[in-house]
């Protein structure tokens, strides 16, 4: 045994021994590394693809959709190839594009709900107007406005004496969306993040004040957030008071707007 051992430690000990030992591992190293990298870069990938052609604007259902398997290679030397479902199902074809029968999806030929161009205007309640309110990244307290939010809005400008005023306009109202000066959702991807408008879905008589109030040259619509328990226990929209609709209506000449229309007289009756 004692033979043996002496054998073993001269046979390590003699350097081209030692050599010959580090190639071979080194090979072997190597050997086993490449067939690692080849079989990752050829292994299968599941990916979505169009059963059918998908028109732009439309919602993606489950039914629209397979799967098939294509190297990873080519999800790895191909930006923006969608790998999941679950990316696909929900979301809807940019307005501009479609997506052919068989063809695979890219995030950039997909949107969000809130991207789509006619979102905004989906849903309105009856005898209500969109209202849009222009606002910077200050004016929203660095993103602190979202939708769905129910917020405060003040005024400040002069009374008809000339005295300066900072009163509340509106209380408790929805506000139905974020949007960039590109008209995207600022919360959604694509957006640049800095806020342009906020907007809001209100009564008829509400959108004439508001729209009244904006276009005095003195005055100043701006936003105040509430807490999250303002919005959970929010009460109904509402002008603050009856004094500043008055003071509004001092400084306007819209007193004979579109309120005799149909559809306020619709609204009125209703």
Excluded at 10 to 20: C, E, H, P, Q, S
Aim: proline share 4%.
């Amino acid at each position: 045994m004692g033979n043996l051992t002496v054998s073993i430690k001269r046979f390590l000990g003699n350097k081209n021994t030692v050599t010959i030992i580090g190639v071979i591992i080194g090979v072997v190293v190597l050997y086993v590394a490449y067939n690692w990298r080849v079989r990752q870069a050829v292994e299968p990938q599941t990916v979505p693809f169009a059963k059918v052609e998908i028109p732009g604007n439309t919602l993606i259902t489950r039914e629209q959709i397979s799967t098939i398997k294509v190297s990873k290679s080519m999800v790895d030397q191909t930006p923006g190839l969608v790998t999941s479902s679950s990316q696909v199902i929900g979301k809807y074809v940019s307005y501009d594009t479609k997506i052919p029968e068989g063809g695979l999806f890219y995030s950039s030929a997909l949107m969000t709900a809130e991207q789509r161009p006619n979102y905004i205007t989906e849903n309105i309640e009856k005898c209500h107007t969109l209202f849009s309110l222009p606002v910077t990244l200050h004016s929203t307290y660095a993103n602190a406005i979202m939708p769905d939010d129910y917020i405060d809005l003040f005024i400040s400008g002069t009374d008809d004496r000339g005295s300066a005023i900072v009163a509340k306009l509106i209380e408790s109202i929805k506000v139905r969306d974020v949007r960039d000066s590109r008209g995207i959702s600022v919360f959604s991807s694509g957006s640049t993040g800095d806020p342009a408008e906020l907007i809001f879905s209100v009564p008829n008589d509400m959108f004439l004040l508001l729209t009244r109030a904006s276009i005095i040259g003195s005055f100043n619509i701006f936003p105040v957030p509430r807490n999250k328990e303002y919005t959970e226990n929010h009460s109904t929209t509402q002008v603050a008071s009856q004094e500043i609709i008055d003071l509004i209506n001092s400084k306007s000449n819209l007193y004979y707007s579109v309120s005799t229309s149909a559809i306020d007289l619709e609204c009125s009756n209703s």
